[in-house]
């Protein structure tokens, strides 16, 4: 119980930490509300932490282990915005496998209302969910996404999709979410399976697809042998996605695979600005340097921090670490400043500058630390050898010399005639 209770409330703060987003957007960030398994949402909050331009609240509403309906029913009373107001400041909606029950009508109008009167944006995955599928499919939000979850229950295809090669569509008028990358991503995933079993997708009328897989079984919609992956269409006055797969599923996945897709959030930033009306970077490539850039900055200066604070606990005093890289962080805010303003060599440019002098800071800090644990060890050393010397000398006085010993007389019974 305790190990449980424990768990919990490491959660509970995980997901704390994006909460700020709920008092109101940054200048020039968009406001992301993302809900769903919990899977899900650590791969939201690892997207939406590395990314500049978002401003995120995610929230689990589907239960696993010891995240349990109570768990989610009592973030969602203490995060979920409390006022229609309050739910407008948020500009995309991501619901990655989410579980319908947990959202009361209430709160399905409010999201419903915000993206059929504004100009909002959001994603769901796997529609069809299994155990699910009512839930979303009865909600007030499944005719706000493309893929007809009514007409995919129905098919008798519904759970034989099959493996296949993925294909980016590339026409002239596709928006450029995906097809930069084409080239890079179809090698990767020859052989597409996103989960056992594939399921079906059926886009409804007015979709634009940006990437399907490929099959000989005719399996897919609306072009027999081809089942749509990513697609998208204009509902009411947003503009909403649908992934075929989950966000933990293979071609998402930026690490742990043989075969990673490192432009995952790169997809994902293109889609969340697409949908906005924000314009697509004219270098996408460029683009994502930049972002990988900074995902290692955040990396290497969480552990520069956690390098100077285990020198502190020495006795150690780095307030020149400290003060360089309060200005090397400055220097990183000027470079997601620029970022923000679609000037992306000069946010590139800031950046590499930060990494070279972060690199100097973390030089300075590797000296400080093996200056401080050099007078440890010297300490350790000499106590060490002190002990060493005092017992010599005991065992030299007590066993060798024997100075302290005094020599027993033998002593005789006198003889008795």
């Known amino acids: 119980m305790g190990s449980s209770t424990c768990t919990i409330g490491a959660l509970l703060a995980f997901f704390l930490v994006l909460v700020p987003a709920m008092a109101g957007n940054s200048s020039g960030r968009i406001g992301v509300f993302g809900s769903g398994q919990v899977g899900g949402m650590n791969v939201l909050t690892r ?36 006022t229609r107001e309050d739910l407008l400041s948020y500009d995309f909606f991501f619901l990655a496998c989410v579980d319908m029950g947990f959202f009361s009508d209430r709160q399905q109008t409010w999201i419903r209302e915000a993206l059929e009167h504004h100009p909002k944006g959001g994603i769901n995955t796997r529609s069809v969910q299994g155990k699910y599928d009512t839930e979303w499919r009865d909600s007030m939000l499944d005719e706000s996404f493309p893929n007809d979850a009514e007409a995919v229950l129905a098919d008798p295809d519904l759970k034989h999709g099959k493996v296949g090669p993925i294909v980016i569509v590339d026409g002239d008028e596709i928006p450029a979410i995906m097809k930069p990358f084409k080239d890079r991503l179809e090698p990767l995933f020859r052989a597409y399976r996103d989960a056992s079993p594939i399921l079906l997708t059926i886009p409804r009328q007015g979709s634009v697809i940006l990437s399907y897989t490929r099959n000989r079984e005719g399996i897919g919609y609306p072009i027999p042998g081809q089942l749509a992956h990513v697609f998208y269409w204009r509902w009411a006055n947003s503009t909403t996605f649908t992934f075929r797969d989950m966000v933990t599923s293979p071609f998402w996945s930026e690490g742990g695979t043989a075969d990673p897709n490192v432009y995952a959030l790169d997809i994902i930033s293109n889609i969340i600005w697409f949908c906005t009306g924000r314009e697509l970077p004219s270098d996408p490539f460029r683009v994502h340097e930049f ?108 066993m060798v010399k024997r100075s302290m010993y005094r020599e027993v007389g033998a002593t005789r019974a006198p003889m008795v005639d």
Do not use: C
């Open 47 to 82: 997207w939406f932490n590395a990314e500049p331009s978002t401003d995120p609240l995610i929230i689990p509403t589907r239960e696993f282990g010891t995240v349990t309906p109570d768990v989610i029913r009592r973030l969602m009373r203490l995060y979920f915005p409390r």
């Open 291 to 398: 972002r990988m850039d900074l995902y290692n900055f955040g990396l290497r200066k969480s552990l520069l921090v956690s390098l100077l604070e285990f020198t502190e606990k020495f006795g150690a005093l780095p307030k020149e670490e400290y003060s360089e890289l309060s200005e090397i962080e400055s220097i990183q805010v000027d470079a997601s400043s620029a970022y923000l303003s679609a000037d992306y060599d000069l946010a590139h440019e800031l950046l590499v500058s930060a990494l070279g002098k972060l690199g100097g800071v973390e030089d300075s800090a590797m000296t400080l630390k093996d200056r401080t644990l050099f007078w440890v060890y010297l300490v350790e050393w000499s106590i060490t050898t002190a002990t060493m010397l005092m017992a010599g000398v005991l065992v030299w006085a007590l």
